[in-house]
Nanobody, 127 residues
Framework: QVQLVESGGGLVQAGGSLRLSCAAS????????MGWFRQAPGKEREFVAA????????YYADSVKGRFTISRDNAENTPYLQMNNLKPEDTAVYYC????????????????????WGQGTQVTVSS
């Protein structure tokens, strides 16, 4: 059974940092693109960041560029999302996702290209 389990969420003050992890099991995701999405209350789910299987390519939403860093450890089958200088508008449930499809700049932000999803972890940033 394939599972993606996010962890590392929590409550933090504005300007603080959190590091999200996504434990993947049930298969090897070394050749998968891994992505992070988020969904705030009353809003659509939105793309945050993604990383190619080799880590040679990373993609970020404009709203998080310069503050968030995506990385992965293929030996541990785990992607990470380091979030710095957090803002109240970053408050959302954060989801990890995996895609076996070739990713382009145009498609990486489309949740339909991702095959597997985690259950999400809550991130709350207080002002």
């Amino acid at each position: 059974q394939v599972q993606l389990v996010e962890s590392g969420g929590g409550l933090v003050q504005a300007g603080g940092s959190l590091r999200l992890s996504c434990a993947a099991s049930g298969r090897t995701f070394n050749r998968y693109v891994m992505g992070w999405f988020r969904q705030a209350p009353g809003k659509e789910r939105e793309f945050v960041a993604a990383i190619s299987w080799s880590s040679s390519k990373t993609y970020y939403a404009d709203s998080v560029k310069g503050r968030f860093t995506i990385s992965r450890d293929n030996a541990e089958n785990t992607p990470y999302l380091q979030m710095n200088n957090l803002k109240p508008e970053d408050t959302a449930v954060y989801y990890c996702a995996a895609s076996s499809a070739p990713i382009t700049i145009a498609t990486v932000q489309t949740d339909g290209v991702y095959d597997y999803w985690g259950q999400g972890t809550q991130v709350t940033v207080s002002s």
